[in-house]
């Protein structure tokens, strides 16, 4: 079974300084994750993705995430957090072999003027 | 990135009234489909997955019956909500993956309220 839990359901940051959003997986094999941004009454969209290589991912808007297998964390970051940085984030794992993506249960991001 | 598009965005049917939402990949051919529902304030609950030329395989729960997935094309899936009730009102989101290694793109979602 696979699962992928954020602990956080909001975090709040000044403008300007940086950010992270938490994530834990759970996986029997060989884990995908993902980081996807919702923004209200919209679908969502993918920002990075870690399949396999380096354990530093870069992906849209400024974002990256850190792959670290021993602690089974996929924290997303920013180093410098804009207001327009707003939004719900979604973590997602797949475990290879599986179709299907498991979501978090999101966290709300508010980055404060 | 990959752009998935749904249509409509939004429609308020009358109970007992079906309900068609159409996802279309209009860049890549999607060999899988997902239709996900959320509910306010909630994460991405999967309803089904397709494959292009198959029947699709539903979550645990979810009436197949009630909600028809049709994936006809490898660039359009359908989802039919039928006999539509007030506890059908939801935000539907599609997704589609081009290869088996590749993320999910979503649409922009379909909110329903049925009255």
């Known amino acids: 079974a696979q699962s992928v839990a954020q602990p956080e359901d909001q975090v709040n940051v000044a403008e300007g300084n940086p950010l992270t959003v938490k994530c834990t997986y759970s996986?029997?094999?060989?884990?995908?994750l993902f980081w996807y941004v919702q923004y209200p009454n919209r679908g969502l969209q993918f920002l990075l993705k870690y399949i396999t290589g380096d354990n530093l991912v870069k992906g849209s808007y400024g974002f990256e995430a850190e792959f670290n297998k021993s602690q089974t964390s996929f924290h997303l970051k920013k180093p410098s957090a804009l207001v327009s940085d707003s939004a719900l984030y979604f973590c997602a794992v797949r475990d290879f072999g599986n179709e299907k993506l498991t979501f978090g249960t999101g966290t709300r991001l508010t980055i404060i003027p | 990135g990959a752009v998935v598009s749904q249509h409509p965005s939004w429609v308020i049917c009358k109970s007992g009234t079906s309900v068609k939402i159409e996802c279309r990949s209009l860049?890549?051919?999607?060999?899988?489909m997902f239709w996900y529902r959320q509910f306010p304030k909630q994460s991405l609950m999967l309803m089904a997955t397709s494959n292009e030329g198959s029947k699709a395989t539903y979550e645990q729960g979810v009436e197949k019956d009630k909600f028809l997935i049709n994936h006809a094309s490898l660039t359009l899936s359908t989802l039919t909500v039928t006999s539509a009730h007030p506890e059908d009102s939801s935000f539907y989101i599609c997704s589609a993956r081009g290869t088996v290694l590749g993320e999910q793109f979503f649409g922009p979602g379909t909110r329903l309220t049925v009255l």
């Open positions: 996986v029997s094999g060989n884990p995908y």
């Open positions: 860049d890549f051919q999607a060999t899988t």
